[in-house]
Protein backbone atom coordinates (compact mmCIF):
# COMPACT_ATOMS: atom_id res chain seq x y z
CA UNK A 1 0.00 0.00 0.00
CA UNK A 2 1.06 3.63 -0.24
CA UNK A 3 2.70 5.57 1.87
CA UNK A 4 -0.09 8.20 2.58
CA UNK A 5 -1.85 5.09 3.73
CA UNK A 6 0.80 3.84 5.99
CA UNK A 7 0.78 7.06 7.79
CA UNK A 8 -2.63 7.04 7.67
CA UNK A 9 -2.77 4.04 9.66
CA UNK A 10 0.14 5.12 12.48
CA UNK A 11 -1.83 7.58 13.32
CA UNK A 12 -4.71 5.74 13.87
CA UNK A 13 -2.90 3.28 15.53
CA UNK A 14 -1.31 5.75 17.97
CA UNK A 15 -4.46 7.80 18.86
CA UNK A 16 -6.11 4.10 19.43
CA UNK A 17 -3.28 3.51 21.58
CA UNK A 18 -3.76 6.92 23.26
CA UNK A 19 -7.13 6.50 24.47
CA UNK A 20 -6.85 2.91 25.58
CA UNK A 21 -4.16 3.66 27.74
CA UNK A 22 -6.14 6.19 29.48
CA UNK A 23 -5.23 9.40 27.55
CA UNK A 24 -7.08 12.58 28.78
CA UNK A 25 -10.72 13.08 26.54
CA UNK A 26 -12.67 16.54 26.76
CA UNK A 27 -15.33 16.14 29.12
CA UNK A 28 -18.78 16.63 28.49
CA UNK A 29 -20.55 20.12 29.61
CA UNK A 30 -22.90 19.41 32.76
CA UNK A 31 -26.18 20.51 32.09
CA UNK A 32 -27.79 22.88 34.64
CA UNK A 33 -30.58 20.45 35.52
CA UNK A 34 -27.39 17.57 36.06
CA UNK A 35 -26.92 17.09 39.86
CA UNK A 36 -23.47 17.51 41.14
CA UNK A 37 -21.69 14.31 41.62
CA UNK A 38 -21.82 13.23 45.32
CA UNK A 39 -18.95 12.74 47.84
CA UNK A 40 -18.10 8.52 47.42
CA UNK A 41 -19.75 7.08 51.07
CA UNK A 42 -17.14 5.73 53.41
CA UNK A 43 -15.36 2.74 52.18
CA UNK A 44 -16.90 -0.27 53.88
CA UNK A 45 -14.94 -4.13 54.54
CA UNK A 46 -16.32 -6.80 51.57
CA UNK A 47 -18.76 -8.84 53.24
CA UNK A 48 -19.06 -10.96 50.19
CA UNK A 49 -17.02 -12.22 47.61
CA UNK A 50 -17.22 -9.64 44.47
CA UNK A 51 -19.16 -10.49 41.37
CA UNK A 52 -18.00 -12.49 38.44
CA UNK A 53 -17.25 -10.55 35.58
CA UNK A 54 -18.68 -11.53 32.48
CA UNK A 55 -16.51 -11.55 29.36
CA UNK A 56 -17.08 -9.81 26.35
CA UNK A 57 -18.41 -10.96 23.19
CA UNK A 58 -16.83 -12.71 20.87
CA UNK A 59 -16.63 -10.21 17.84
CA UNK A 60 -18.35 -11.33 14.71
CA UNK A 61 -16.37 -12.48 11.52
CA UNK A 62 -15.21 -9.32 9.70
CA UNK A 63 -17.30 -8.23 6.31
CA UNK A 64 -15.93 -6.92 3.45
CA UNK A 65 -16.57 -3.22 3.20
CA UNK A 66 -18.76 -2.12 -0.04
CA UNK A 67 -16.03 0.24 -1.57
CA UNK A 68 -18.07 3.21 -3.09
CA UNK A 69 -18.81 1.97 -6.63
CA UNK A 70 -16.19 3.73 -9.35
CA UNK A 71 -17.52 5.59 -12.40
CA UNK A 72 -15.43 5.58 -15.68
CA UNK A 73 -15.62 7.55 -18.64
CA UNK A 74 -13.19 9.12 -20.75
CA UNK A 75 -12.82 12.36 -22.80
CA UNK A 76 -12.14 12.58 -26.19
CA UNK A 77 -8.79 12.81 -25.48
CA UNK A 78 -8.03 10.19 -24.23
CA UNK A 79 -7.95 11.35 -20.39
CA UNK A 80 -9.97 8.83 -18.08
CA UNK A 81 -12.23 9.67 -15.51
CA UNK A 82 -12.86 8.06 -12.46
CA UNK A 83 -15.86 9.49 -10.23
CA UNK A 84 -16.66 8.21 -6.47
CA UNK A 85 -19.83 10.15 -5.00
CA UNK A 86 -18.47 10.56 -1.45
CA UNK A 87 -21.61 13.05 0.09
CA UNK A 88 -20.74 12.90 3.44
CA UNK A 89 -18.85 16.02 3.49
CA UNK A 90 -19.01 19.09 1.07
CA UNK A 91 -15.60 18.85 -0.16
CA UNK A 92 -13.74 17.38 -3.22
CA UNK A 93 -10.70 15.25 -4.03
CA UNK A 94 -8.86 15.54 -7.74
CA UNK A 95 -5.70 13.24 -8.01
CA UNK A 96 -4.41 13.32 -11.42
CA UNK A 97 -1.76 11.06 -11.77
CA UNK A 98 0.85 10.47 -14.82
CA UNK A 99 1.77 7.04 -15.76
CA UNK A 100 5.39 8.15 -16.12
CA UNK A 101 7.96 8.39 -12.56
CA UNK A 102 11.85 8.06 -12.03
CA UNK A 103 11.81 4.64 -14.05
CA UNK A 104 11.87 7.26 -17.42
CA UNK A 105 13.97 9.58 -15.96
CA UNK A 106 17.77 9.42 -18.47
CA UNK A 107 20.27 7.88 -17.23
CA UNK A 108 22.43 10.86 -16.89
CA UNK A 109 19.68 13.01 -15.48
CA UNK A 110 18.15 11.12 -11.97
CA UNK A 111 15.33 12.22 -10.38
CA UNK A 112 14.71 14.72 -13.01
CA UNK A 113 10.73 13.51 -12.87
CA UNK A 114 10.72 14.39 -9.26
CA UNK A 115 12.34 17.94 -10.19
CA UNK A 116 9.05 18.31 -12.82
CA UNK A 117 6.78 17.55 -10.11
CA UNK A 118 8.28 19.86 -7.42
CA UNK A 119 8.10 22.69 -10.53
CA UNK A 120 4.83 22.06 -11.56
CA UNK A 121 3.63 24.92 -8.00
CA UNK A 122 6.40 27.29 -9.10
CA UNK A 123 4.33 28.64 -11.60
CA UNK A 124 2.12 29.02 -14.69
CA UNK A 125 2.66 30.61 -17.97
CA UNK A 126 -0.22 32.89 -16.35
CA UNK A 127 0.81 33.18 -12.99
CA UNK A 128 3.58 33.36 -11.23
CA UNK A 129 4.62 30.76 -7.82
CA UNK A 130 3.27 33.37 -5.27
CA UNK A 131 -0.01 34.07 -7.91
CA UNK A 132 -0.91 30.37 -7.92
CA UNK A 133 -0.20 30.11 -3.94
CA UNK A 134 -2.37 32.92 -3.00
CA UNK A 135 -5.16 31.85 -5.66
CA UNK A 136 -5.27 28.23 -4.05
CA UNK A 137 -5.28 30.14 -0.88
CA UNK A 138 -7.87 32.25 -1.23
CA UNK A 139 -9.93 29.02 -2.01
CA UNK A 140 -9.28 27.36 0.99
CA UNK A 141 -7.88 25.10 -1.14
CA UNK A 142 -4.65 22.59 -1.20
CA UNK A 143 -2.65 21.50 -3.69
CA UNK A 144 0.37 18.72 -3.42
CA UNK A 145 2.37 17.59 -6.33
CA UNK A 146 5.09 15.05 -6.33
CA UNK A 147 6.84 11.62 -8.42
CA UNK A 148 7.58 8.22 -7.28
CA UNK A 149 9.23 5.13 -9.17
CA UNK A 150 6.17 5.23 -11.41
CA UNK A 151 4.02 7.78 -11.36
CA UNK A 152 3.28 11.83 -10.87
CA UNK A 153 0.71 13.11 -8.27
CA UNK A 154 -1.21 15.95 -8.57
CA UNK A 155 -3.47 16.10 -6.04
CA UNK A 156 -6.10 19.12 -4.82
CA UNK A 157 -8.56 19.31 -2.20
CA UNK A 158 -10.98 21.79 -2.45
CA UNK A 159 -15.19 22.64 -1.48
CA UNK A 160 -17.21 20.53 -4.09
CA UNK A 161 -18.81 24.16 -4.66
CA UNK A 162 -15.56 25.21 -6.29
CA UNK A 163 -14.68 22.03 -8.78
CA UNK A 164 -14.75 23.91 -11.67
CA UNK A 165 -12.13 26.44 -10.42
CA UNK A 166 -10.33 23.33 -9.42
CA UNK A 167 -10.09 21.34 -12.07
CA UNK A 168 -9.32 24.78 -13.63
CA UNK A 169 -6.22 25.16 -11.88
CA UNK A 170 -5.37 21.51 -11.96
CA UNK A 171 -5.54 21.89 -15.65
CA UNK A 172 -3.05 24.61 -15.28
CA UNK A 173 -0.79 23.25 -13.43
CA UNK A 174 -0.25 20.47 -15.57
CA UNK A 175 -0.53 21.47 -19.11
CA UNK A 176 1.12 25.04 -18.76
CA UNK A 177 3.79 25.34 -16.44
CA UNK A 178 6.31 27.95 -16.59
CA UNK A 179 9.60 25.99 -15.39
CA UNK A 180 10.48 29.32 -14.89
CA UNK A 181 14.74 29.44 -14.09
CA UNK A 182 14.74 31.43 -11.19
CA UNK A 183 12.40 29.45 -9.61
CA UNK A 184 14.43 26.30 -10.79
CA UNK A 185 17.56 27.45 -9.11
CA UNK A 186 15.87 28.31 -5.95
CA UNK A 187 14.73 24.58 -6.22
CA UNK A 188 18.03 23.48 -6.74
CA UNK A 189 19.64 25.12 -4.22
CA UNK A 190 17.30 23.24 -1.91
CA UNK A 191 17.71 20.35 -3.08
CA UNK A 192 21.65 20.27 -2.32
CA UNK A 193 20.73 21.83 1.39
CA UNK A 194 18.71 18.40 1.59
CA UNK A 195 20.92 16.14 0.12
CA UNK A 196 23.51 17.58 2.04
CA UNK A 197 21.51 16.56 5.46
CA UNK A 198 19.99 13.52 4.39
CA UNK A 199 24.14 12.39 3.73
CA UNK A 200 24.38 12.47 7.27
CA UNK A 201 20.94 10.09 8.30
CA UNK A 202 22.04 6.35 8.07
CA UNK A 203 19.07 5.60 6.84
CA UNK A 204 19.09 7.40 3.87
CA UNK A 205 22.51 5.69 3.35
CA UNK A 206 21.19 2.18 4.29
CA UNK A 207 18.11 3.13 1.78
CA UNK A 208 20.39 4.37 -1.32
CA UNK A 209 23.03 1.41 -0.98
CA UNK A 210 20.25 -1.22 -0.61
CA UNK A 211 17.94 -0.24 -3.96
CA UNK A 212 21.32 0.21 -6.10
CA UNK A 213 22.57 -3.14 -5.27
CA UNK A 214 19.47 -4.97 -5.36
CA UNK A 215 18.48 -3.47 -8.74
CA UNK A 216 21.77 -2.75 -10.64
CA UNK A 217 20.72 -0.78 -13.54
CA UNK A 218 17.14 -1.42 -13.62
CA UNK A 219 15.05 1.67 -13.39
CA UNK A 220 14.01 1.21 -9.37
CA UNK A 221 17.61 1.14 -8.42
CA UNK A 222 17.33 4.47 -8.74
CA UNK A 223 17.02 6.50 -5.33
CA UNK A 224 16.57 9.95 -4.98
CA UNK A 225 19.00 12.73 -6.96
CA UNK A 226 22.91 14.01 -7.05
CA UNK A 227 24.83 16.63 -6.11
CA UNK A 228 26.51 16.14 -9.91
CA UNK A 229 22.77 16.17 -11.55
CA UNK A 230 21.36 18.96 -9.65
CA UNK A 231 24.56 20.86 -11.44
CA UNK A 232 23.69 19.58 -14.99
CA UNK A 233 20.32 19.99 -15.10
CA UNK A 234 18.62 22.71 -17.20
CA UNK A 235 15.19 24.05 -17.61
CA UNK A 236 14.99 22.43 -21.21
CA UNK A 237 15.87 19.22 -19.29
CA UNK A 238 12.50 19.72 -17.35
CA UNK A 239 10.50 21.18 -20.66
CA UNK A 240 11.40 18.14 -22.78
CA UNK A 241 10.38 15.36 -20.19
CA UNK A 242 7.33 16.81 -19.35
CA UNK A 243 6.27 17.72 -23.33
CA UNK A 244 7.24 13.26 -24.10
CA UNK A 245 4.99 12.38 -20.61
CA UNK A 246 2.33 14.72 -19.71
CA UNK A 247 -0.60 13.77 -22.42
CA UNK A 248 -3.88 12.51 -21.54
CA UNK A 249 -3.21 9.24 -22.86
CA UNK A 250 -0.32 8.90 -20.09
CA UNK A 251 -2.64 9.78 -17.57
CA UNK A 252 -5.78 9.27 -15.64
CA UNK A 253 -8.05 11.78 -13.21
CA UNK A 254 -9.95 10.52 -10.06
CA UNK A 255 -12.09 12.53 -8.80
CA UNK A 256 -13.93 11.96 -4.98
CA UNK A 257 -16.48 14.32 -2.87
CA UNK A 258 -19.36 15.99 -3.00
CA UNK A 259 -19.72 15.73 -6.76
CA UNK A 260 -21.62 13.70 -9.52
CA UNK A 261 -20.12 12.04 -12.68
CA UNK A 262 -21.64 14.09 -14.87
CA UNK A 263 -20.54 17.28 -13.04
CA UNK A 264 -17.34 15.85 -13.03
CA UNK A 265 -17.01 14.91 -16.52
CA UNK A 266 -18.28 18.27 -17.76
CA UNK A 267 -15.77 20.26 -15.45
CA UNK A 268 -12.62 17.75 -16.78
CA UNK A 269 -14.08 18.61 -20.47
CA UNK A 270 -13.92 22.24 -20.06
CA UNK A 271 -10.47 22.18 -18.51
CA UNK A 272 -8.40 19.45 -19.78
CA UNK A 273 -10.58 18.92 -23.12
CA UNK A 274 -7.44 21.05 -25.70
CA UNK A 275 -4.94 18.86 -24.14
CA UNK A 276 -3.08 16.28 -26.25
CA UNK A 277 0.39 15.35 -27.15
CA UNK A 278 1.68 12.13 -28.98
CA UNK A 279 0.96 8.36 -26.99
CA UNK A 280 3.68 7.35 -24.37
CA UNK A 281 5.34 4.26 -24.85
CA UNK A 282 5.11 1.88 -21.74
CA UNK A 283 8.46 1.33 -20.14
CA UNK A 284 10.42 -1.38 -21.31
CA UNK A 285 12.17 -3.25 -17.86
CA UNK A 286 15.45 -4.95 -18.28
CA UNK A 287 15.41 -8.48 -17.03
CA UNK A 288 16.46 -8.68 -12.92
CA UNK A 289 18.88 -11.54 -11.76
CA UNK A 290 18.04 -12.96 -8.80
CA UNK A 291 20.71 -12.68 -6.79
CA UNK A 292 22.47 -16.56 -6.49
CA UNK A 293 24.13 -16.14 -2.80
CA UNK A 294 24.21 -13.80 0.15
CA UNK A 295 26.14 -10.88 0.35
CA UNK A 296 26.78 -8.04 3.11
CA UNK A 297 27.53 -4.02 1.94
CA UNK A 298 28.66 -2.12 4.73
CA UNK A 299 29.03 1.46 4.62
CA UNK A 300 31.50 2.70 7.43
CA UNK A 301 30.21 5.52 9.66
CA UNK A 302 33.91 5.78 12.07
CA UNK A 303 32.52 6.83 15.38
CA UNK A 304 28.45 5.51 15.25
CA UNK A 305 27.38 4.01 18.08
CA UNK A 306 24.18 2.33 15.72
CA UNK A 307 23.89 0.31 13.41
CA UNK A 308 21.02 0.65 10.68
CA UNK A 309 20.64 -3.04 9.16
CA UNK A 310 18.52 -3.39 6.15
CA UNK A 311 17.77 -6.79 4.79
CA UNK A 312 15.78 -8.02 1.81
CA UNK A 313 15.68 -9.42 -1.85
CA UNK A 314 13.79 -9.06 -4.81
CA UNK A 315 10.09 -10.10 -4.12
CA UNK A 316 7.04 -9.70 -6.24
CA UNK A 317 4.59 -7.63 -8.38
CA UNK A 318 2.02 -5.67 -7.11
CA UNK A 319 -0.58 -7.56 -9.45
CA UNK A 320 1.14 -11.29 -8.50
CA UNK A 321 -1.84 -13.79 -7.31
CA UNK A 322 0.96 -14.30 -4.29
CA UNK A 323 0.47 -10.90 -3.06
CA UNK A 324 -2.27 -11.34 -0.63
CA UNK A 325 -0.86 -14.63 0.65
CA UNK A 326 2.56 -13.26 1.20
CA UNK A 327 1.08 -9.81 2.73
CA UNK A 328 -0.42 -12.52 5.32
CA UNK A 329 3.29 -14.20 5.72
CA UNK A 330 4.77 -11.06 6.28
CA UNK A 331 2.49 -9.64 9.06
CA UNK A 332 3.01 -12.42 10.89
CA UNK A 333 6.84 -11.91 10.03
CA UNK A 334 7.07 -7.84 10.64
CA UNK A 335 4.51 -6.10 9.70
CA UNK A 336 3.28 -4.73 13.28
CA UNK A 337 4.61 -4.47 16.78
CA UNK A 338 2.82 -7.37 17.67
CA UNK A 339 4.58 -9.36 15.07
CA UNK A 340 8.01 -11.30 15.11
CA UNK A 341 10.51 -9.32 14.59
CA UNK A 342 9.62 -6.68 16.94
CA UNK A 343 8.35 -9.18 20.06
CA UNK A 344 11.46 -11.16 19.41
CA UNK A 345 14.80 -8.23 19.20
CA UNK A 346 12.96 -5.70 21.33
CA UNK A 347 10.37 -7.69 23.39
CA UNK A 348 11.98 -10.68 24.69
CA UNK A 349 16.24 -10.06 23.31
CA UNK A 350 15.99 -6.00 24.28
CA UNK A 351 18.26 -5.12 20.72
CA UNK A 352 16.27 -2.10 19.13
CA UNK A 353 13.12 -0.13 19.65
CA UNK A 354 11.62 -1.57 16.81
CA UNK A 355 12.25 -4.37 13.79
CA UNK A 356 9.73 -4.84 11.02
CA UNK A 357 9.42 -5.86 7.50
CA UNK A 358 7.42 -5.45 4.11
CA UNK A 359 6.37 -6.28 1.13
CA UNK A 360 6.73 -3.41 -1.42
CA UNK A 361 4.12 -1.91 -3.78
CA UNK A 362 5.53 -1.73 -7.66
CA UNK A 363 4.01 -2.90 -11.30
CA UNK A 364 7.31 -4.70 -12.11
CA UNK A 365 9.05 -6.82 -8.89
CA UNK A 366 8.91 -5.21 -5.18
CA UNK A 367 11.62 -5.73 -2.89
CA UNK A 368 10.89 -7.40 -0.03
CA UNK A 369 12.94 -5.82 3.01
CA UNK A 370 13.10 -6.00 6.88
CA UNK A 371 14.92 -3.71 9.36
CA UNK A 372 16.08 -2.04 12.37
CA UNK A 373 18.25 -0.22 14.19
CA UNK A 374 20.57 -1.46 16.95
CA UNK A 375 23.21 -0.90 19.59
CA UNK A 376 26.57 -0.98 17.35
CA UNK A 377 27.89 -4.00 19.95
CA UNK A 378 24.52 -5.93 19.49
CA UNK A 379 24.90 -5.50 15.37
CA UNK A 380 25.53 -9.06 15.25
CA UNK A 381 22.72 -10.63 17.49
CA UNK A 382 20.49 -8.19 15.97
CA UNK A 383 21.54 -9.61 12.15
CA UNK A 384 21.51 -13.02 13.73
CA UNK A 385 17.97 -12.68 15.42
CA UNK A 386 16.72 -11.64 11.74
CA UNK A 387 17.87 -15.08 10.44
CA UNK A 388 16.49 -17.10 12.63
CA UNK A 389 13.16 -15.74 11.88
CA UNK A 390 13.31 -15.46 8.48
CA UNK A 391 14.42 -19.09 8.27
CA UNK A 392 10.98 -19.63 10.16
CA UNK A 393 8.42 -17.63 8.62
CA UNK A 394 10.10 -20.23 5.14
CA UNK A 395 10.17 -23.38 6.81
CA UNK A 396 7.02 -23.76 9.22
CA UNK A 397 3.48 -22.93 8.66
CA UNK A 398 2.19 -20.29 11.34
CA UNK A 399 0.24 -21.76 14.00
CA UNK A 400 -3.35 -21.10 13.33
CA UNK A 401 -4.10 -18.55 16.52
CA UNK A 402 -0.60 -16.54 15.15
CA UNK A 403 -2.14 -16.13 11.67
CA UNK A 404 -5.73 -15.88 12.77
CA UNK A 405 -4.02 -12.65 14.05
CA UNK A 406 -2.40 -11.64 11.20
CA UNK A 407 -5.37 -11.99 9.21
CA UNK A 408 -7.25 -9.49 11.87
CA UNK A 409 -4.96 -7.06 11.90
CA UNK A 410 -5.09 -6.43 8.00
CA UNK A 411 -8.69 -7.09 7.94
CA UNK A 412 -9.60 -4.73 10.99
CA UNK A 413 -7.18 -2.31 10.15
CA UNK A 414 -8.73 -2.07 6.19
CA UNK A 415 -11.69 0.39 7.51
CA UNK A 416 -9.34 3.12 8.58
CA UNK A 417 -7.72 3.36 4.86
CA UNK A 418 -11.11 4.31 3.08
CA UNK A 419 -12.78 6.35 5.53
CA UNK A 420 -12.16 10.03 3.99
CA UNK A 421 -12.25 10.99 0.32
CA UNK A 422 -8.70 12.02 0.03
CA UNK A 423 -7.36 7.70 0.87
CA UNK A 424 -10.60 6.79 -1.29
CA UNK A 425 -9.07 8.98 -4.68
CA UNK A 426 -5.67 6.80 -3.48
CA UNK A 427 -7.11 3.57 -3.22
CA UNK A 428 -8.64 3.85 -6.58
CA UNK A 429 -5.52 5.37 -7.80
CA UNK A 430 -3.39 1.84 -7.17
CA UNK A 431 -6.48 0.19 -8.77
CA UNK A 432 -5.26 1.84 -12.07
CA UNK A 433 -1.67 2.26 -11.59
CA UNK A 434 -1.32 -1.62 -10.69
CA UNK A 435 -4.30 -2.84 -13.21
CA UNK A 436 -6.02 -4.59 -10.36
CA UNK A 437 -9.92 -5.30 -10.98
CA UNK A 438 -12.55 -2.69 -9.40
CA UNK A 439 -14.29 -5.48 -7.00
CA UNK A 440 -10.40 -5.57 -5.50
CA UNK A 441 -10.81 -3.68 -2.34
CA UNK A 442 -14.87 -5.09 -2.11
CA UNK A 443 -13.08 -8.64 -1.74
CA UNK A 444 -9.75 -7.59 -0.07
CA UNK A 445 -11.15 -8.85 3.29
CA UNK A 446 -12.50 -11.89 2.41
CA UNK A 447 -9.22 -12.58 0.69
CA UNK A 448 -7.18 -11.96 3.24
CA UNK A 449 -9.31 -14.20 5.74
CA UNK A 450 -9.40 -17.18 2.99
CA UNK A 451 -5.63 -17.71 3.18
CA UNK A 452 -4.28 -20.79 4.96
CA UNK A 453 -0.95 -21.66 6.68
CA UNK A 454 -0.22 -23.43 3.73
CA UNK A 455 -0.66 -20.96 0.96
CA UNK A 456 1.11 -18.76 3.10
CA UNK A 457 4.05 -20.44 4.04
CA UNK A 458 4.63 -21.66 -0.25
CA UNK A 459 3.94 -18.06 -0.90
CA UNK A 460 6.84 -16.78 1.42
CA UNK A 461 9.07 -19.37 0.42
CA UNK A 462 8.84 -18.00 -2.88
CA UNK A 463 9.20 -14.99 -2.57
CA UNK A 464 11.56 -14.73 0.71
CA UNK A 465 15.08 -16.19 0.18
CA UNK A 466 17.29 -15.90 3.82
CA UNK A 467 19.88 -17.83 1.57
CA UNK A 468 20.26 -14.94 -0.83
CA UNK A 469 19.54 -12.16 0.68
CA UNK A 470 21.28 -9.08 0.41
CA UNK A 471 22.28 -7.47 3.96
CA UNK A 472 22.79 -3.62 4.29
CA UNK A 473 24.19 -2.18 7.16
CA UNK A 474 25.35 1.39 8.00
CA UNK A 475 27.63 1.38 11.27
CA UNK A 476 31.15 1.27 12.13
CA UNK A 477 33.20 -1.13 10.00
CA UNK A 478 35.88 -1.33 12.77
CA UNK A 479 33.91 -2.63 15.26
CA UNK A 480 31.34 -5.25 13.19
CA UNK A 481 33.12 -5.67 9.69
CA UNK A 482 35.03 -8.90 10.58
CA UNK A 483 31.96 -10.53 12.53
CA UNK A 484 29.82 -9.75 9.33
CA UNK A 485 31.76 -11.96 7.47
CA UNK A 486 29.75 -15.41 8.82
CA UNK A 487 26.81 -14.20 7.02
CA UNK A 488 28.78 -14.03 3.28
CA UNK A 489 31.60 -11.76 1.75
CA UNK A 490 31.30 -8.07 2.85
CA UNK A 491 32.03 -5.19 0.91
CA UNK A 492 32.87 -2.07 2.83
CA UNK A 493 31.83 1.47 1.09
CA UNK A 494 32.21 5.29 1.91
CA UNK A 495 29.19 7.48 2.38
CA UNK A 496 29.58 8.13 -1.16
CA UNK A 497 29.49 4.45 -1.51
CA UNK A 498 32.97 4.08 -3.23
CA UNK A 499 34.28 0.55 -2.62
CA UNK A 500 36.66 0.64 0.53
CA UNK A 501 37.84 -2.94 1.00
CA UNK A 502 36.67 -6.42 0.00
CA UNK A 503 35.87 -9.49 2.91
CA UNK A 504 35.88 -12.76 2.20
CA UNK A 505 33.24 -15.00 3.78
CA UNK A 506 34.34 -17.13 6.79
CA UNK A 507 32.42 -20.05 8.24
CA UNK A 508 30.08 -19.70 11.51
CA UNK A 509 32.41 -20.70 14.85
CA UNK A 510 31.36 -23.19 17.06
CA UNK A 511 28.29 -21.91 19.10
CA UNK A 512 27.89 -19.23 16.26
CA UNK A 513 25.00 -21.53 14.95
CA UNK A 514 23.93 -22.43 11.42
CA UNK A 515 22.97 -18.96 10.54
CA UNK A 516 25.71 -16.96 12.47
CA UNK A 517 25.11 -17.21 16.32
CA UNK A 518 23.12 -15.56 18.78
CA UNK A 519 25.05 -13.30 20.26
CA UNK A 520 28.81 -11.72 19.69
CA UNK A 521 30.68 -12.24 23.12
CA UNK A 522 33.30 -14.06 21.51
CA UNK A 523 34.12 -11.59 18.32
CA UNK A 524 36.77 -8.90 19.79
CA UNK A 525 35.63 -6.37 17.15
CA UNK A 526 32.15 -6.37 18.63
CA UNK A 527 33.11 -5.04 21.99
CA UNK A 528 32.45 -1.20 21.14
CA UNK A 529 29.58 0.59 22.33
Known sequence: MTTHTALSLTVASTLACF?????STVPEPRTATEPRAQEPPPREEATAEPPTKMPPPESGPARDIAFPPIQRASLDNGLELNTVEWHQLPVVYLRLVVKS????????????????????????????????????????????????????????????????????????????????????DKLKRRERDRLSMMQKRPNFLARRTFY????????????????????????????????????????????VGDVTPERVQQAATAAFGRWSGRPVPPPEFPELRPRTRREVFLV????????????????????????????????????????????DLRERRSLTYGAYSQIGERVDVAPFVAWAA??????????????????????????????????????DSFPLQIDTPGKVAGMVADLR??????????????????????????????????????????????????????????????????????LEPRPATSGEGESGGSGDSGDSDASNG
Open 300 to 343: DRPGAVQSVILLGNLGVARRDPDYIPLIVANQVLGGSAASRLFM
Open 19 to 23: AACGG
Open 433 to 502: IFGLPDDYWTTFRTRIAQVTPHEALQAARHHIHPDKMLVVVVGEAGQIADGLRRWGPVTILDEDGAVQQQ
Open 212 to 255: RELYGDHPYGRFDTTEEVLRRVRRADLVRWHRRHFVPSNAFLVA
Open 101 to 184: GAETDPENLQGLSSLVAQMLKEGTRRRSSAQLAEHIEFLGADLWTGADEENVHLVFRALSEHLDEAMDILAEVATQPAFRTQEL
Open 374 to 411: VRTEVTHEAVDAFFENLERIVTEPAPAGELRNAQRYLS
